[in-house]
């Protein structure tokens, strides 16, 4: 099966950049093919579902693709793999099948996609672990870095726009970061950002989208949520990093952050819509004073 173009994505998992799967037994894929190079999905006990469908577990975006794919699940004996009456068929190692066992290396063949099947516990696994980390997680925080979270909020997108389900964007910014950098330092800043960001996944859903898309600048996705929900999530996120101290100059201080929220709406085109709602509102909370919450008025 000769390697050709495609366009790859992957559907968002729960567990957050940084944090390895302590599954014992797990397997992952690997895209070794396609736009999105180096992606993996980890597989579990759960089946999981290669399509182009926004619905599938492992979504692969070309027309080559059919809506469900193909199926890989585990069994006692290890995983296994299924065409799902496909119509360009599932390769497994360039021989095409209906029903196969995976072994470690493999290589599954799903459109003009090239997939690797690799056991949780091999070297070249932990080496595409590492290859993933370094792609999709800012190195400061763990967080997604803005190039994976915009990715994965276009998903979100997509999947709110299917199903007509709410899709709110956070924008938050750390208020007077700049003279914390002049005053202390780059380091006593870099601190501030990463204790904001641990707030951050302290306060947040397990599944929730958290990036540092800029210098002191983070985003969340509150899906499947109403705006108000989203403004009262985010107002407890506010308090709780104005509640925690911080060490600058060996002083306890007190960090503060303006939040902008805006939800996807009929009549936005793109992620760059929703971006710039959420932007203006953060902007409003800084003129405002900062150190609050704004959001888009109910009219």
């Known amino acids: 099966m000769s390697p050709r173009s495609s366009n790859t994505t992957q559907r968002r998992t729960v567990r957050l950049p940084g944090e390895r799967s302590a599954r014992v037994g797990s397997a992952c894929v690997v895209v070794i093919h396609g736009e999105n190079l180096g992606h993996r999905h980890e597989l579990g006990d759960e089946g999981v579902v290669v399509g182009r469908s926004p619905d599938v577990e492992l979504q692969i975006n070309h027309p080559s693709i059919s809506r469900q794919h193909c199926h890989i699940w585990r069994e006692a004996s290890g995983y296994r793999i299924r065409d799902l009456d496909s119509t360009n068929k599932t390769y497994l190692n360039e021989q095409p099948i209906l029903e196969a066992e995976l072994r470690d290396g493999d290589h599954i063949g799903v459109g003009d996609s090239i997939l690797k099947f690799m056991e949780q516990g091999s070297v070249e696994a932990r080496y595409h672990e590492e290859l993933y980390q370094l792609a999709t997680s800012d190195p400061l925080t763990g967080l997604y870095n803005r190039r994976q979270f915009q990715e994965l909020v276009e998903k979100e997108i997509l999947r709110a726009t299917r199903h007509l389900r709410t899709l709110i964007l956070a924008l938050v910014d750390i208020d007077h970061f700049k003279p914390v950098n002049d005053r202390y330092g780059h380091p006593a800043g870099d601190g501030v950002i990463r204790g904001v960001a641990q707030l951050l996944r302290h306060n947040a859903r ?6 540092r898309i800029g210098g002191e600048e983070f985003a969340l996705v509150y899906a499947e949520q109403s705006l108000g929900e989203a403004a009262e999530a985010a107002e407890r996120l506010r308090r709780a990093v ?8 060996g002083e306890s201080a007190t960090v503060t952050v303006s939040i902008g ?3 996807w709406r009929r009549g936005m085109s793109s992620l760059a ?14 003129r405002g004073g900062r150190n609050r919450v704004c959001r888009v008025d109910a009219a």
């Open 206 to 211: 397990a599944d929730q989208l958290i990036a």
């Open 273 to 286: 819509d929703l971006m710039r709602a959420a932007d203006e509102q953060l902007y409003r909370a800084k």
């Open 261 to 263: 929220l805006a939800q």
């Open 242 to 249: 104005e509640a925690s101290p911080f060490q600058l100059g």
